[in-house]
Each structure stands twice: as structure tokens, then as C-alpha cells.
């Protein structure tokens, strides 16, 4: 016993001493090796007050918006969620690859079963090639309008950003408020057909801010000193909205969005849909201003339907300076500029904005563009109807029918078990079929006079993709009640934003003018209002992917469908099996 006790000592020093040798030689395996960050999320019930108006909502550890994960790139995250309120909960962390985790993913009946009152369940997951800012959220009905935070996604130890090192880093993190209960409020909207009611409020890090009534002191502040940098990292977790956002008097540099670094750009305005996270670096004037700026979004909306009209506003504080010049003014006297945002339905200001974005694509951050496509589809998406329950007056375009919404006219309806499950035991009957239309069944006049029949098909509908297929993709935004922008959300993947224009897509002229150089690579892609956008993707990552409208209540409706990728040949190409806690349906 005591020679093999002797021997296997003998076995660690050595590999000790090698260990020691390949990371003196080596030091950049050092940094490859992440660490394990461990958070608890506890999933309760906490009274919160906004707009004068006290409310119970479901939140993380009581804090709202809930608590930020920070980590580097390389690093596994292990998050124990415990579910203590009454409803269902998952949590999606949105944007994350999840490179053989598709069972951390977290959309309900997609990856897993709810976590039900009382369960709990861990999500695992390694974050590869990506750093910057991503966020995690419900994703189960309306659950995210106040479970959302940020993911921070730092650089690997002593690898550099690829722009000037900010003096402090910053989340701003939009949001929608509603005095009501959100459930309540789409439960209703789906039971009469109808519009769901709208948003009381926006705010940024759950502050509504001076413009809005009773919410001076919830303001969100942003203090800075003369002639810093400071990193802002802008999400938008709103449910329904995307956003215009600007600080007045001041130019904002773009440098990452969806956790991809670009071709830095200077701007006024940024647009940012549901879902897209925005780096921005923010320089302070050299000198104190004698002044207090407001930084402000309010809504890009395309639709015909109603929606929150209203402004968030925080405030940027100059820190004065420590001996005050006889002309500066106390801070209670300092002039305040207000930004100039663009038109509530300035399509052409977010064409522009969306074209500016490049990746940055040099040695150290390529692009990685799919030069050859194996597969092409044509997607279009949109709204239409179903009709209303036989006996029951509804609230949709007309009083028998209730809204919907589509993929290729395929309004997908959410299985009562896990696709991801069905998938891998090979046992899809009756959860889901794999006959998803890789093009329109009946082509028309996209963005021209809509068809009289709006009525869609009802299913759930997937495409399979063997493993490692190159994919092109037109997303066809259609007139069919109404022109309107559909930021669309791809789970498990980036892709490549390779074109876009108005009106119908021209498979002969449009393809031409690809960007396979340069396009920049994202998570949620605003397909334009009355128009089209292509991407392309790898289907490197085995398991079932969703994909769908980041604007909630289109989700609600049926805009969204699922991708399978099959397993590849290798082990690092395979789905693991399922973890022992994955909660039961």
C-alpha cells in the first residue's frame, strides 16, 4: 500500500512539474483555461413600487432587474435556478452559443420542461469565442418583463479590448413597466383576440426617470469625470419595443453588438431592437460643462397596432470640479439638454444605422463568413388571423377573427413536452413534425396589396439541418395587416448579416450584392419594415434551436419555429445526454 501511495505521489509531481513547464512555455494556455463561476438564482416574489404604484412581481433574489453574471470568456457557468413562486419558470441566456448545452438553453417546451414551484434545476454552460455583453431572461410567456439581467462577458486575462480601455464600464438595460400584471395582460389579449394592452412606462435599469409621472427620484443616474471613457453597455429587454437612444450633446462610439466586436463608428442615435446588446464608448467633455445632459430612448414602431408612446430619461452628471470657477452654477441651477431622437417611424434612419454595422474581421477577430451555402431558404414573416372561437365575439381585425402571426404562414403552436427530449430519444410522434416549408406554400406579392385571405396554418413544425450545413436565409417581411420591423432572434447560433434592402427579395439581383467580407456576425437581426434581410449560419451545434420574433407579443402569437441539427460524426459534435435535475413536464 504504501508503494503505490509512493508511486501515485511520485506520478503528481511529475505531472506537476509538466503542468508547470507547459504553461511557462506556453503562458496563452494559461489564459485559454477558464474558471467555474457559481451563482444561485432564487426565483421569488418581491413587492416593488414604480409610478406610484405598488406591485408583487416575480423576480431574482429580490433584486429588479435582477443580478448581473460576470464572466471571461472561456469560463463555465453553473447557475442553480430555484423556482418559489406559482408559475412556471425558465431561464434563456440569451445570445450564449451553448456548444453541446443545448439542455441550458432555456426556452419552455423547446429545451426543457418548466421549473415548477418548488423544483429547481442548474444551468451548465462554457462561454466560447465570445466577449461583451449578452442577457438572461424568462422565457416562458411574459415572465421577462421583470426577470432579465445582464451577462457581462469580459475579455480573456490580459487579452486587451480592441479600442482604448474605458476608465468604468456601465450596464444600461431598457425595460417595459406595466401597473398591470403582464400575465394577466397577455392571457387576455390571447383569450379575446385582440391587441394586448400596452406598457405604463420604459425604464433603464428599472428606473422610469423624471419624464413620467411620480418618477423624478427613480431616475437613473450616470455620474462621470471630464475627459474619461466610459464603456456603456446598452441592452434592450424591453418586451414589445425597439428603441431609439441618445445622450444629448454628446457622440457615442459603436465597438460591439451581440457580444461581436465591429468596425468602430461614431454616432448620435443608436437604434437597439428587443434582444440586440450595444457597446458604446461614451467620452466625457474635457471640461466641466456647467450642465446636465439627459440620455433618452423611445420607440421605433412600424406596426399599425398601439404601443407605448412614451420616453425613459436618465440624467449624465458632470463631477464638478473640486475648486469651483466663480461661473460655474450649483448643480441645482445647471441648464439641462435634451436629446433630438428621430421620428417614431424613421425606417430610413434604421436601415442606415443597421448598414453602418461591420465586423471587425481582422487576424485576431475574423469574420468567418459561410462562402459556400448547402441549403437556402426563404422565410417569410408577419402578421395574419385565425379565426375566433364558434359563440365568442373576438377583438382582432374583425370581430370574428383574432390575431396571429407567422413563419411561412406556419403560426407555431408551443408542444406540452420538450422538442429537445422528443429529439434526442427519438421520440418526436405527436410532439412535433419535421415538414416545416423551406419556402412559402402560396407565393405572392410580399410587401405589395395583401391577399383577402389572411387566415394562417397552425403547427409545430421544424427543419432538421445535418450536421455542419452552410445556411442561407431571406427573412421576407410581409404586408399582410400592415408592413412592420420583426427583430428576429436565433437561438444556439450567430449569423451573418450579409444583406438587406426593401420591398420583395430578388433572388437574381439581390444576391450579387452580398457582404461575405466584412457583414457583421449577431444573435437578433431587425428584419426591415416592407423589406428583407439574408443571413448566414453553420449548423455546428447539435440539438433543437428556436428561433423567433423578439417582440413578445408576436411570440405570443405564433412567429417562431424551430431548427434541428443533427449530431456530426466526432464526440465533440454529438448532444450529451440529458443532466439528471432536467425538470419533467
Same mark, same amino acid.
Given at each position: 500500500?504504501?508503494?503505490?501511495l509512493?508511486?501515485?505521489?511520485?506520478i503528481?509531481?511529475?505531472?506537476f512539474?509538466?503542468?508547470?513547464?507547459?504553461?511557462?512555455?506556453? !503562458?496563452?494556455? %494559461? #489564459?485559454?483555461?477558464?474558471?467555474?463561476?457559481?451563482?444561485?438564482? *432564487?426565483?421569488k416574489?418581491? $413587492? &416593488? /413600487?414604480?409610478?406610484?404604484?405598488?406591485?408583487?412581481?416575480?423576480?431574482?433574489?429580490?433584486?429588479?432587474?435582477?443580478? !448581473?453574471?460576470? %464572466? #471571461?470568456?472561456?469560463?463555465?457557468?453553473?447557475?442553480?435556478?430555484? *423556482?418559489?413562486?406559482?408559475? $412556471? &419558470? /425558465?431561464?434563456?441566456?440569451?445570445?450564449?452559443?451553448?456548444?453541446q448545452?443545448g439542455?441550458a438553453?432555456?426556452?419552455?417546451?423547446?429545451?426543457?420542461?418548466p421549473?415548477q414551484?418548488?423544483?429547481?434545476?442548474?444551468? *451548465?454552460?462554457t462561454?466560447?469565442?465570445?466577449?461583451?455583453t449578452?442577457?438572461?431572461h424568462?422565457?416562458?410567456?411574459?415572465?421577462?418583463?421583470t426577470?432579465?439581467?445582464?451577462?457581462?462577458?469580459?475579455?480573456?486575462?490580459?487579452?486587451?479590448y480592441?479600442?482604448?480601455?474605458?476608465h468604468?464600464?456601465?450596464?444600461?438595460?431598457?425595460?417595459?413597466?406595466?401597473?398591470?400584471d403582464?400575465?394577466a395582460?397577455?392571457?387576455?389579449?390571447?383569450?379575446?383576440?385582440?391587441g394586448?394592452?400596452?406598457?405604463?412606462?420604459?425604464?433603464?435599469?428599472?428606473?422610469?426617470?423624471?419624464?413620467?409621472?411620480?418618477?423624478?427620484?427613480?431616475?437613473?443616474?450616470?455620474?462621470?469625470?471630464?475627459?474619461?471613457?466610459?464603456?456603456l453597455?446598452?441592452?434592450?429587454?424591453?418586451?414589445?419595443?425597439?428603441l431609439?437612444?441618445?445622450?444629448?450633446?454628446?457622440?457615442?462610439?459603436?465597438?460591439?453588438?451581440d457580444?461581436?466586436?465591429?468596425?468602430?463608428f461614431?454616432?448620435?442615435?443608436?437604434?437597439?431592437?428587443?434582444?440586440?446588446?450595444?457597446?458604446?464608448?461614451?467620452?466625457?467633455?474635457?471640461?466641466f460643462?456647467?450642465?446636465t445632459?439627459?440620455?433618452?430612448?423611445?420607440?421605433?414602431?412600424?406596426?399599425?397596432?398601439?404601443?407605448?408612446?412614451?420616453?425613459?430619461?436618465?440624467?449624465?452628471?458632470?463631477?464638478p470640479?473640486?475648486?469651483?470657477?466663480?461661473?460655474?452654477?450649483?448643480?441645482?441651477n445647471?441648464?439641462?439638454?435634451?436629446?433630438?431622437?428621430?421620428?417614431?417611424?424613421?425606417?430610413?434612419?434604421?436601415?442606415?444605422?443597421?448598414?453602418?454595422l461591420?465586423?471587425?474581421?481582422?487576424?485576431?477577430?475574423?469574420?468567418?463568413?459561410?462562402?459556400?451555402?448547402?441549403?437556402?431558404?426563404?422565410?417569410?414573416?408577419g402578421?395574419g388571423t385565425?379565426?375566433?372561437?364558434?359563440?365568442?365575439?373576438?377583438?382582432?381585425p374583425s370581430?370574428?377573427?383574432?390575431?396571429?402571426a407567422?413563419?411561412?404562414?406556419?403560426?407555431?403552436?408551443?408542444?406540452?413536452?420538450?422538442?429537445?427530449q422528443?429529439?434526442?430519444?427519438q421520440?418526436?410522434?405527436?410532439?412535433y413534425?419535421?415538414?416545416?416549408?423551406?419556402?412559402?406554400?402560396?407565393?405572392f406579392?410580399?410587401?405589395g396589396?395583401p391577399?383577402n385571405?389572411?387566415m394562417?396554418?397552425?403547427?409545430?413544425?421544424?427543419?432538421?439541418?445535418?450536421?455542419?450545413t452552410?445556411?442561407?436565409l431571406?427573412?421576407?417581411?410581409?404586408s399582410?395587416?400592415?408592413?412592420?420591423?420583426?427583430?428576429l432572434?436565433?437561438?444556439?447560433?450567430?449569423?451573418?448579416?450579409?444583406?438587406?434592402?426593401?420591398?420583395?427579395?430578388?433572388?437574381?439581383?439581390?444576391p450579387?450584392?452580398?457582404?461575405?467580407?466584412?457583414?457583421?456576425?449577431?444573435n437578433?437581426?431587425?428584419?426591415?419594415?416592407?423589406?428583407w434581410?439574408?443571413?448566414?449560419?453553420?449548423?455546428?451545434?447539435?440539438?433543437?434551436?428556436?428561433?423567433?420574433?423578439?417582440?413578445e407579443?408576436?411570440?405570443?402569437?405564433?412567429?417562431?419555429?424551430?431548427?434541428i441539427?443533427?449530431?456530426g460524426?466526432?464526440?465533440?459534435?454529438?448532444?450529451?445526454?440529458?443532466?439528471s435535475?432536467?425538470?419533467?413536464?
Amino acid at each position: 500500500m504504501g508503494s503505490s501511495l509512493l508511486s501515485s505521489t511520485a506520478i503528481f509531481r511529475v505531472m506537476f512539474i509538466v503542468l508547470l513547464n507547459i504553461l511557462w512555455l506556453f !503562458p496563452e494556455f %494559461a #489564459r485559454s483555461a477558464g474558471i467555474t463561476r457559481h451563482y444561485k438564482f *432564487n426565483v421569488k416574489l418581491q $413587492n &416593488v /413600487t414604480r409610478l406610484c404604484h405598488t406591485k408583487s412581481i416575480v423576480s431574482v433574489n429580490g433584486q429588479f432587474p435582477g443580478p !448581473p453574471i460576470i %464572466a #471571461r470568456e472561456g469560463d463555465r457557468v453553473v447557475v442553480k435556478v430555484v *423556482n418559489h413562486v406559482q408559475n $412556471n &419558470v /425558465t431561464i434563456h441566456w440569451h445570445g450564449i452559443r451553448q456548444l453541446q448545452s443545448g439542455w441550458a438553453d432555456g426556452p419552455a417546451y423547446v429545451t426543457q420542461c418548466p421549473i415548477q414551484t418548488g423544483q429547481s434545476y442548474v444551468y *451548465n454552460f462554457t462561454i466560447t469565442g465570445q466577449r461583451g455583453t449578452l442577457f438572461w431572461h424568462a422565457h416562458i410567456s411574459w415572465l421577462r418583463s421583470t426577470l432579465y439581467g445582464p451577462i457581462i462577458i469580459l475579455p480573456k486575462k490580459n487579452v486587451p479590448y480592441p479600442f482604448p480601455k474605458p476608465h468604468k464600464e456601465v450596464p444600461i438595460i431598457f425595460g417595459e413597466w406595466w401597473n398591470a400584471d403582464p400575465e394577466a395582460v397577455i392571457t387576455q389579449a390571447l383569450q379575446n383576440g385582440g391587441g394586448p394592452n400596452v406598457s405604463d412606462a420604459y425604464t433603464i435599469n428599472g428606473l422610469p426617470g423624471p419624464l413620467y409621472n411620480c418618477s423624478a427620484q427613480d431616475t437613473f443616474r450616470l455620474k462621470v469625470k471630464p475627459g474619461k471613457t466610459y464603456l456603456l453597455r446598452m441592452i434592450n429587454a424591453a418586451l414589445n419595443d425597439e428603441l431609439f437612444f441618445s445622450i444629448a450633446n454628446h457622440t457615442l462610439t459603436v465597438v460591439d453588438v451581440d457580444a461581436i466586436y465591429v468596425k468602430p463608428f461614431k454616432t448620435d442615435t443608436i437604434l437597439i431592437t428587443p434582444g440586440q446588446t450595444t457597446n458604446l464608448l461614451l467620452k466625457a467633455k474635457p471640461h466641466f460643462p456647467n450642465a446636465t445632459f439627459l440620455m433618452a430612448a423611445r420607440p421605433y414602431a412600424t406596426g399599425r397596432g398601439t404601443f407605448d408612446n412614451s420616453t425613459v430619461a436618465g440624467l449624465l452628471h458632470y463631477e464638478p470640479p473640486s475648486k469651483p470657477s466663480p461661473s460655474a452654477s450649483s448643480s441645482k441651477n445647471l441648464t439641462v439638454f435634451k436629446p433630438t431622437l428621430p421620428p417614431l417611424n424613421d425606417t430610413s434612419f434604421a436601415a442606415n444605422f443597421t448598414r453602418k454595422l461591420r465586423s471587425l474581421g481582422n487576424s485576431q477577430f475574423p469574420a468567418n463568413v459561410p462562402q459556400k451555402v448547402d441549403k437556402r431558404f426563404f422565410f417569410t414573416v408577419g402578421l395574419g388571423t385565425n379565426p375566433c372561437p364558434r359563440n365568442q365575439s373576438c377583438q382582432g381585425p374583425s370581430n370574428s377573427t383574432m390575431f396571429a402571426a407567422s413563419v411561412n404562414n406556419v403560426s407555431f403552436i408551443l408542444p406540452t413536452t420538450a422538442m429537445l427530449q422528443a429529439h434526442f430519444f427519438q421520440q418526436s410522434k405527436g410532439v412535433y413534425t419535421t415538414d416545416f416549408p423551406t419556402t412559402p406554400i402560396f407565393p405572392f406579392n410580399y410587401t405589395g396589396t395583401p391577399p383577402n385571405n389572411t387566415m394562417v396554418s397552425n403547427g409545430t413544425k421544424a427543419v432538421v439541418l445535418p450536421f455542419n450545413t452552410s445556411v442561407e436565409l431571406v427573412l421576407q417581411d410581409t404586408s399582410i395587416l400592415g408592413i412592420e420591423s420583426h427583430p428576429l432572434h436565433l437561438h444556439g447560433f450567430n449569423f451573418f448579416v450579409v444583406g438587406q434592402g426593401f420591398a420583395n427579395f430578388d433572388s437574381n439581383k439581390d444576391p450579387p450584392k452580398f457582404n461575405l467580407v466584412d457583414p457583421v456576425e449577431r444573435n437578433t437581426v431587425g428584419v426591415p419594415s416592407g423589406g428583407w434581410v439574408a443571413i448566414r449560419f453553420r449548423a455546428d451545434n447539435p440539438g433543437v434551436w428556436f428561433m423567433h420574433c423578439h417582440l413578445e407579443v408576436h411570440t405570443s402569437w405564433g412567429l417562431k419555429m424551430a431548427w434541428i441539427v443533427m449530431d456530426g460524426k466526432q464526440p465533440n459534435q454529438k448532444l450529451p445526454p440529458p443532466p439528471s435535475d432536467l425538470p419533467k413536464c
